[in-house]
């Protein structure tokens, strides 16, 4: 061997040593391996140092019993399951013969059954794991983001089997579907797919469990994280799933064709495939009068164009184009911004991000601090901003509208995308006018169009053209002339409606 090989065959061995350092060479797997054999002290190492586990000794220690004292019912499991065991004349035949006692012979099973709440039985030789769950959770209540005046005010729950059973009490049937899967590396979050079998495409099914089974991560805490994981177009500013507390609407998304995802230890569950005029809906158009929810869609619509359009209007006409003012209005709009020494951008901006930290400082204080902000907010600091001379009295109007009306649209993650999108609009029309703001409206609705839903078209029933679904999306018919589900679901049964008058 040569001088330059030996040199090389030294540095690539020193090389590896460098990379194992003796942190590395200790390290052990954390998580025990599937298949790998079952022991009592396999499973007390695995639990070392957890101050909340619980290890008990019955029948001269013949009898171990292993679970964590917060996620179990210690009553139930000491009253009425124990005894039976440490009284009988045979335990071992009395465990194997009563059906709530299940054998097990994995270790790794054996930790996660003891993780989600069992308690572990260890008897001589035998393992068995029972069922003694004791989930904490608060009661059922109303919804704080999704409020309604007529109709249900149930809410979703942190408890996925609360949550199940708020679904179950409204879709009563056979047909409805449930699959289980798990996310999360280490957290290990149960996530649940909901769909109704002969109505939703289970191309669309495949794909929501496809997608979930596919992210690798360690932890997931709550649907809102999960969904972007699995977004068609993660960089977009606009949500590809339809998230709800209501268990009523939940229900509808289901009857209606589409598949519905719930998670454990979060409140809100999701339905795709959704389109962009399914977040403008809301469930008491449907519990009112159909002329009344026509009009309240309307009303939407009409927030939305204003929530995004008038702070950059005043921008682009204040800057470029004053001839679009009236002559009455131009002398008030004159005579406001005479004392303003910031052009129209810089103040648009200034007041804009005011609203924003007021909102964010009302949404994170306790309730009544929060009001207080929006009363000090509103009146105070914007009258006090008028009178020094920060700010005109019309771009306050425009301001305090463009943020009413942003309230208006029911859901809050489409909301606080058209916030943030008022920015940019704002910046395109102080520098380039009503060219650089129609510019900006029409990259979104180009945006838009390129988007899809678990691979169905976000602008439907737009684009594709589907006239018939106009009678749901943007008008509230009544519900004698609503026979058919959406046809962007492409629902295997697509008649929902019967009536004969």
Known sequence: MGIKQRLKSIFLVNHEHADKGPAQENQQDPHPQEGATLTLQHIIDQFDHAADFVHKSYINERLQVLYFSHLVNEDRLERDLLPPVLTAEEPLALLTEQSQFKPIVDTKKCVEGILSGMAAIFYEENAFMIDVIFPVSRTVAESETESIIIGPHEAFTEQAYTNLSLIRKRVQSSHLKVIKLSVGEVTKSDVYVLYIKDI?????????????????????????????????????????????????????????????????????AFSAPVNFFEFFSSSDDYYQRWSIGTATLFLRFAALIITVTLTALYVSVTSFHYEMIPQNLLLTLTESRSRVPFPPIFEALLMETTIELLREAGARLPTKIGQTIGIVGGIVIGQAAVQAGLTSNILIIAVASSAIASFVIPNYVMSASFRLLRFGLIIMAGFWGNLGLAFGLAYIVVHLSGLTSIGSSYLSPIAPFEPYDWKDVFMRFPFSTLAKRPTQVRARNKVKLKMKR
């Open 200 to 268: 939703t495409n289970e191309k669309y099914v495949n794909e929501v469990i496809k997608r979930i089974k596919d992210i690798e991560i360690d932890a997931i805490h709550d649907t809102n994280m999960l969904i972007q994981c699995i977004d068609d177009a993660p960089y977009s500013i606009f949500a590809q799933f339809l998230t709800t507390e209501r268990p009523d609407t939940i229900a509808s998304k289901l009857v209606s064709g589409r598949v519905v995802g719930i998670m454990d230890g979060s409140p809100t």
